[in-house]
Every structure is written in structure tokens, then in C-alpha cells.
């Protein structure tokens, strides 16, 4: 579903160059929940931003079902973007003057809008656990709604593919844990995830875990057995063991 091979990022900053991703490869299978670890400032979120097309790499290629995108002309990269991706950004990127309901339709402007999309975005909205507030503004939101109310905007075009920069970040663990077990949801349903986060409790729930380290992506071997957890707790265990 995805290939990258040999990406190279890098900025040009005042004075020098970082390289934010460098010479990295990484293979995402259909049906995969991919996980990428790393600490802050490691290239995460741009090697995110390289897979779904929002950044064209410095050199090296990127392969969305089998479309080379450095190959595409932008506008039909956004238009494969629209149709297969579902993009959770870090800072949710929430419009504040819309409530929640209409912040999940955004993305139906650009694509696939029409009778029923309305009823999808309650339907999902409930999915996520927001049904009360769905004419709340995201300044009246926790944190943790707002990613929610971000992730519920990433599915409304059903998409194929589900990238999500930090989607738990700031989340306190039983929050965390609830938008991890509607993340394994999805994935059981066959949707593709791609994920990054800092937090290594996390990795019992992929499929295949790469660790970034200063713009390098290393493949971590498997299996990842789930650590421990308190009882009462959404995800104790593995991702296959219910
Ligand atoms: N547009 C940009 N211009 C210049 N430098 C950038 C740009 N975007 C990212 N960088 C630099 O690239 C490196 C990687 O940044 P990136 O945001 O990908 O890290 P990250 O792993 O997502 O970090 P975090 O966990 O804090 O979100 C950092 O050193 C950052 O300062
Ligand atoms: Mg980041």
C-alpha cells in the first residue's frame, strides 16, 4: 500500500541544513497498523507528511498504491489524498468558528459530499463517543474531544488508509487507551494505520513498529507483547488476544 525508498527531507534552516528524515525506507502492507516511535524532534511528523503527499522529499521516492507521487501533478495528488487518506494532524487543525459537526463535514467539501453525508458525520461522531457535542466549538472541547472530533474529520471521506500524527498525545492513559481500541476497531475492519507516537507502551498494538532516531528509521523485530496494565484499564493485552 505504501512504499517509501531511500527518502531524504531535508530543511534549509539559517546557517545549516537539517536533514529531518534521511535515507529512510519503510513498507506499509494493506490491512497493516504501522507504528512509528520516536522522541521529539526526530523527523516523525515530517516522514508522516512525506507518506501522504503533504511533503515532496528532498530525494529518494514515495509509492501510494502504486502511484509514484513524485510523479503526480499536484492536483491529481490531492485528489488520490482526498479519496485514500484520513489525516489526524498533531495540533488538531480544528476550525474554531465551526462547531464539531461541521468541522467533521470540511474535508466533503473537497470530496464525495452529498445526501447521507450529514447522518455519516453523526454516525461517526458516535463512533468516537461525541454525540452530545456535536454543536460544541472546539474552544469548548477537552483536548481529548478535540482529537476525537479530528479523527471522526480523518474518516468522513472512508478512507483506506489512516495516518495519524500523535493522535493520544497529551491524553491521560484510560483516554488513551479508548482511542487505541477505536484505532484496532478500524484496523479489524481492514482500514490501513499508520501511526506515530512517543510512548513505546503503545507498540503491542502494531503490526510492525519502526523506531526513528535523528531522521533514521530503523525497523524494530517483532512480536511486541503488551506490558502489563491495571485492571479496569480499555486495552490490557495484545492486539489478538480477544
Ligand atoms: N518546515 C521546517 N523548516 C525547518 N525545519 C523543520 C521544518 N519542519 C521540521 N523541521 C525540523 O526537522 C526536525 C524534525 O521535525 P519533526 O517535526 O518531523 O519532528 P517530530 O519527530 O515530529 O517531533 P515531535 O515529536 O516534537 O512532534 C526538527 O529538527 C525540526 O526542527
Ligand atoms: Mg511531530
Redesign the pocket.
Known amino acids: 500500500m505504501i512504499e517509501v525508498l531511500g527518502v531524504t527531507?531535508s530543511?534549509?534552516?539559517p546557517g545549516r541544513e537539517?536533514?529531518?528524515?534521511d535515507d529512510a525506507s519503510l513498507h506499509v502492507g494493506k490491512g497493516e497498523f504501522v507504528l512509528i516511535l520516536?522522541?521529539?524532534?526526530?523527523?516523525?511528523?515530517?516522514?508522516?507528511?512525506l507518506i501522504a503527499g503533504l511533503v515532496r522529499p528532498t530525494s529518494g521516492s514515495v509509492r501510494i498504491k502504486g502511484n509514484d507521487i513524485g510523479l503526480l501533478s499536484d492536483n491529481s495528488l490531492a485528489e488520490l489524498r482526498a479519496r485514500e487518506i484520513g489525516f489526524v494532524f498533531?495540533f488538531s487543525g480544528l476550525l474554531p468558528t465551526l462547531p464539531a459537526l461541521e468541522n467533521v463535514l470540511v474535508p466533503t467539501l473537497l470530496c464525495r459530499g452529498g445526501p447521507g453525508t450529514r447522518s455519516r458525520a453523526r454516525e461517526i461522531l458516535a463512533r468516537v463517543g461525541l454525540t452530545e457535542r456535536e454543536d460544541a466549538y472546539p474552544a469548548t472541547l477537552s483536548s481529548g474531544e478535540m482529537k476525537r472530533v479530528a479523527i471522526a474529520r480523518a474518516l468522513i471521506n472512508g478512507p483506506s488508509l489512516l495516518i495519524a500524527?500523535?493522535p493520544t498525545?497529551d491524553l491521560d492513559v484510560d483516554t488513551e487507551y479508548e482511542i487505541m481500541d477505536l484505532f484496532r476497531q478500524l484496523n479489524l475492519e481492514g482500514m490501513t494505520i499508520v501511526m506515530?507516537t512517543?510512548n513505546p507502551d503503545l507498540a503491542c498494538f502494531a503490526t510492525r513498529l519502526y523506531v526513528?532516531d535523528r531522521?533514521k528509521l530503523g525497523l524494530e523485530p517483532g512480536p511486541f507483547p503488551a506490558k502489563d496494565r491495571e485492571p479496569g484499564n480499555a486495552a490490557a493485552g495484545a492486539p489478538d488476544d480477544e
Open positions: 527531507k530543511f534549509r534552516g537539517v536533514r529531518a528524515v520516536g522522541r521529539s524532534g526526530s523527523g516523525k511528523s515530517t516522514l508522516l507528511g498533531q500524527d500523535e498525545g506515530v512517543h526513528m531522521g
